[in-house]
């Protein structure tokens, strides 16, 4: 078993920060059996990461909740549909959880009722002016804890943020969010969608020797599970690079590996 205090040094020996925003995505059965299980992990992560200003996200989707008639619901009384840590972090007292109707993310720390606001509005699972904007905004990061870059959420909001043709579905369609108190806002948002590819999240994994030659990651390990630690603004500045170089060709339709011309040479870190 891991304890608390064995997670505490491998976050650190790996420099995971704790005044800025960490998303995290994880694989529990990966990481092992931890002391207080997912909720013992939870708090360690929240010890750290929270410990001078930052923030623990903590994704809670809900786009495959289909309720009557199709409709993508999120209930803020309810679970997720992506992992046991997220299911544990959506109903814990200490988290705020975003009211995004089919990317909420639980938010621990001070600061996190500020972080959150306004995701109802949200129109599409990851906008620039989502969560997952401002994680980039404040300099963040994202901790895959025994999981690819295939769960790398934040890089749809950086396909956003670069308009990426194909990424979106064309229509809105009906969701809702059910809140605490049993009343239901209905809202219209456009969800994941490239025509021709089942699923572009799955290709993510072609990023990553480029930003692995830009020094976007860290790796170490949470429990037994290999992680990585990804600067979301490097990860930013990398596809905006490929994005330019490869003229807008689609480099997710398969595993492929990316041309070295695309990204090879120095970025400007903002």
């Known amino acids: 078993m891991f304890t608390k205090d064995d997670i505490k040094k491998q976050l650190a020996d790996m420099c995971v920060p704790s005044d800025r925003p960490v998303l995290v995505h994880s694989s529990l059965r990966r990481v092992g059996e931890v002391e207080g299980r997912a909720d013992g992990l939870i708090d360690v992560l929240k010890e750290h ?3 001078d200003g930052g923030l623990l996200c903590i994704p809670t989707h809900t786009w495959a909740n289909l309720g009557k008639e199709g409709v993508i619901t999120l209930d803020m009384n309810g679970g997720t549909c992506i992992g046991t840590l997220p299911n544990v972090a959506a109903t814990r007292d200490d988290a705020l959880r975003s ?18 606001c306004g995701e109802e509005k949200c129109t599409t699972p990851a906008p620039p002016e989502s969560c997952y904007g401002k994680i980039y905004d404040r300099g963040g990061y994202i901790l895959l804890v025994g999981v690819g870059h295939n769960r790398n959420t ?3 909001c950086v396909e956003e943020m670069l308009d990426v043709p194909n990424r979106l579905d064309k229509e809105q369609r009906e969701v809702s969010i059910r809140y605490k108190n049993g009343e239901i806002s209905y809202r219209h948002s456009r969800g994941h969608h490239a025509q021709g590819i089942a699923d572009v999240s799955a290709q993510f994994p072609n990023y990553e020797p480029a930003f692995r030659y830009h020094g976007c990651i860290v790796d170490g390990y949470i429990g037994n599970a290999p992680t990585q630690l990804c600067s979301a603004r490097k990860m930013k500045l990398v596809l905006e690079l490929i994005n330019e170089r490869s003229g807008g060709e689609e480099l ?19």
């Open 49 to 51: 990461i929270c410990a």
């Open 99 to 116: 009211d995004h109707p089919t990317h909420s993310m639980a938010v621990f720390g001070e600061g996190a009722a500020e972080f959150v």
């Open 154 to 156: 934040y890089l749809h």
């Open 252 to 270: 997710l339709d398969a595993i492929r590996e990316i041309p070295k011309s695309y990204y090879e040479g120095e970025i400007c870190d903002e």
